[in-house]
């Protein structure tokens, strides 16, 4: 068998080629392999794509046989670029992975601090693993992106929560995948400005578990854990967490999260295997909120760190179970055929904070939303002889009963502003149902004309009906009469690569994307808005090369045109409402640089330049077209320095530098925000089974917001984590 030497996976379709005998041999399945040559072989070559290549001397039988992935990632495997496995170097997109190896080192406590060291990417910390996301759009709450778990939407589209994440096992991750751009070709609505699929573990060739404690600043405590083996012909694999934070009541942050996976792959044959899985999670938080300029600036909350809370909360259940059947027919044709289930509950009272007006008897609302969502996706994928040519079809459709409820409460405010008690008022705001059926149909054809020139080109057909049902009496403030929407679109895209060798290529590509108006955007609140489905137009050009064997350098020049753009605008009355925009602008230049100057020595550079912009808007107060967007800071960079010396062998201790510049903060852009500096230092050590490991973050102990809002003629500052200390221990058998 040939194994991943960090994850025990087997790794399929690898390469093993007897020495002088001319003959190949690929691994099936399950890893495995039988030479089965006319001469036994002195040695073997063993080459997998992204993996250091092996060579073995034959000996007598050949039993495990352990790969380690290879430095450069320009030659790994990824699959969701197109559906389907292919090396990074023919996928004409911006895409980028977050291995297993950056994830093991990281010793991420959330998932921001993985996602952020990808080029381009700044996912918002909100606290407790609360967060917003920003990938070629501001820095926002909108639904232009897609989160996936194994190539499955993790929420139903069409109700989008920019929380999603929280419902993410991060301690049962094999890679992630972060397409940036409109997806929607393949995937779907709200894969505009990018897609994120998190790729779980699969069962281990090998028994194989571990265990890790960890405690860190603030009253951080997190227990991480994983099983996993094959025995005959079923794998099985079963992994999580459980993480809490407990402070004095008088700071209002306490936190805790169940998250556990389990996968179960049964191989009938060689040709036939059915993948299930199952994710649980359970989620708790205190809402603290944002703060006003002059208890940022004041460091209130450094120096006198007291909440004005005490009864905000957020919490979900979530729960997602799929079955996937894939069978190859020949080794040029398979099918997949997946049945998926995905309840979610997510309910909420929501923060006051100084920035709300409030009196010593002020009005606010507890909301829960919930849905249960049944569906399926068929695919097929064809190799044809000609031209390498390969095509890829499918289609998919779910039914998903969706219900919303939000009840007003009365809420009592202390002389000192603290927000201690509330009652009902049996007043209900919003009580509605909405059934979304959300079927599609995709293609894409990729072949290479003549040597070294590739052509994708795809299309993807969605069509969306929301089934609204008002159980309340319709009026401004309780909704519109029960109605039917529908959104329908035709998303194509064209890419080009041209392979120059020696990890050398350059990439173009065009691809549309689509989001359609979420549906408490258009059936709850003070008013219904007249929303149409977000546009965008995507033109893109790229390439990466290779030095020497030690590193890379990847580069992508985009423009996303928008048309209908979904902004939030605060109302007279005080409400924010979402507002189509007339058309707006982001163009921008993504760079990644990767080095390894010495085998202990590694150097890691993402960071964009990016400008969003108000082609045509009316913000409701004032014409802002030819402005910068709200929240869009220009420059936004994430570095890293590695060292892992050859004297203390296991040990590894890194340097990581964040940086978000100053941006305006509204439309009109009056206000603003400096942006800032943070540090991050990471330490390990292993040895035999053993490991520990202690990480300081924002070494400087820089008070700084992760994100500044504007509103109530006042910014809102959300404060990132002071200086943090994580430390853990963990232990592996095998």
């Not at 023919?90 to 601090?113: E, L, M, N, W, Y």
């Not at 060291?117 to 917003?132: E, K, P, R, T």
């Not at 040519?389 to 409460?409: H, R």
């Amino acid at each position: 068998m040939v194994i991943d030497s960090l994850t025990k996976e087997p790794l399929v379709g690898a390469v093993i080629s007897p020495a002088a005998t001319g003959i190949q041999v690929l691994t099936d399945n399950a890893g495995k392999f039988n030479l089965n040559t006319p001469v036994h072989p002195d040695s073997i070559l063993v080459t997998y794509t992204g993996y250091n290549t092996k060579r073995l001397k034959v000996t007598g039988d050949i039993f495990n046989i352990i790969l380690s992935p290879s430095f450069s990632n320009l030659n790994e495997v990824i699959i969701s670029a197109n559906r389907d496995r292919q090396a990074r170097i023919d996928a004409p997109v911006a895409i980028s992975t977050i291995s297993q190896s950056a994830i093991r080192d990281t010793k991420a406590t959330q998932i921001d601090q993985l996602l952020n060291q990808s080029a381009g990417v700044y996912m918002i910390d909100l606290g407790n693993q609360q967060h917003a996301m920003a990938i070629r759009q501001p820095l926002g709450y909108n639904n232009y992106f897609l989160y996936m778990e194994d190539g499955i939407p993790i929420r139903v589209e069409g109700d989008f929560n920019h929380n999603a994440l929280i419902e993410v096992n991060d301690a049962s991750l094999e890679r992630i995948e972060i397409m940036k751009g409109p997806a929607s070709s393949l995937y779907g609505s709200e894969a505009v400005g990018g897609a994120v699929n998190f790729i779980t573990q699969a069962p281990s060739l090998v028994p194989y578990a571990k265990i890790e404690a960890e405690a860190g600043s603030y009253g951080l405590k997190r227990t991480n854990f994983f099983a996993s083996t094959t025995i005959n012909k079923l794998g099985l694999y079963i992994g999580g967490y459980y993480a809490a934070r407990n402070v004095a009541t008088n700071q209002y942050d306490d936190y805790h999260k169940l998250a556990l996976n389990f996968r179960a792959d049964y191989a009938f044959n060689a040709n036939t295997k059915l993948t299930v899985t199952a994710a649980k999670i359970n989620y708790y938080t205190d809402q603290k909120g944002g703060l006003d300029s002059a208890q940022f600036f004041n460091k209130q909350y450094v120096n006198d760190p007291i909440s004005n809370q005490r009864f905000t909360y957020r919490k979900i259940d979530a729960l997602r179970a799929r079955a996937t059947l894939d069978h190859s027919w020949t080794a040029n044709s398979q099918t997949s055929f997946t049945l998926y289930y995905r309840h979610n509950s997510e309910g909420q009272n929501p923060f006051y904070d100084e920035t709300y007006p409030v009196n010593s008897q002020s009005t606010g609302q507890i909301n829960v939303d919930a849905f249960k969502s049944y569906g399926t996706i068929i695919q097929h994928v064809q190799k044809l002889s000609w031209a390498h040519a390969k095509w890829i079809t499918g289609i998919s459709a779910d039914i998903s009963p969706e219900s919303y409820q939000a009840q007003n409460i009365l809420i009592n405010v202390t002389p000192q502003g603290v927000y201690d008690s509330y009652s009902l008022t049996g007043d209900m705001l919003s009580h509605f149902g909405a059934t979304l059926y959300n079927t599609a149909a995709y293609t894409q054809f990729e072949f290479t004309p003549f040597n070294k020139f590739k052509v994708v080109a795809g299309a993807r057909y969605d069509r969306l009906d929301y089934n609204f049902t008002n159980s309340l009496t319709p009026g401004k403030t309780t909704g519109p009469a029960d109605t039917i929407n529908h959104f329908a679109h035709l998303t194509p895209k064209i890419g080009i690569t041209y392979d120059f060798g020696n990890n050398r290529a350059l990439y173009a590509n065009y691809s549309l994307g689509f989001a359609p108006p979420n549906i408490t955007d258009l059936y709850s609140g003070y008013t219904v808005p007249d929303l149409k489905p977000a546009s965008f137009y995507n033109y893109e050009i790229g390439g990466w090369f290779g030095i020497s064997k030690r590193g890379y350098v990847e580069a992508s020049l985009y423009q996303l045109n928008g048309t209908n753009e979904m902004v939030s605008i605060i109302q007279p009355n005080g409400i924010s409402l979402a507002e189509n925009t007339g058309k707006t602008r982001h163009r921008g230049v993504e760079l990644s640089f990767n080095y390894n100057p010495a085998d202990e020595l590694f150097f890691r550079f993402g960071g964009t330049y990016v400008q969003h912009k108000y082609l045509d808007f009316f913000d409701g107060k004032n014409n802002v077209s030819n402005n910068l967007m709200a929240n869009s800071p220009p420059f936004i960079i994430n570095t890293q320095l590695n060292y892992k010396p050859k004297y203390i062998k296991g040990f590894n201790i890194s340097l990581e530098w964040q940086n978000v510049a100053a941006y305006y903060t509204d439309p009109e852009n009056q206000h603003k925000y400096g942006g800032f500096n943070i540090f991050n230092i990471r330490t390990g050590y292993h040895i035999s089974n053993f490991e520990i490991w202690a990480n300081c973050l924002n070494v400087a102990d820089k008070v700084y917001a992760t994100i500044v809002t504007y509103g109530y003629g006042q910014n809102t500052y959300y404060p990132g984590m002071l200086r943090t200390f994580n430390c853990g221990i963990g232990y592996t058998f095998l």
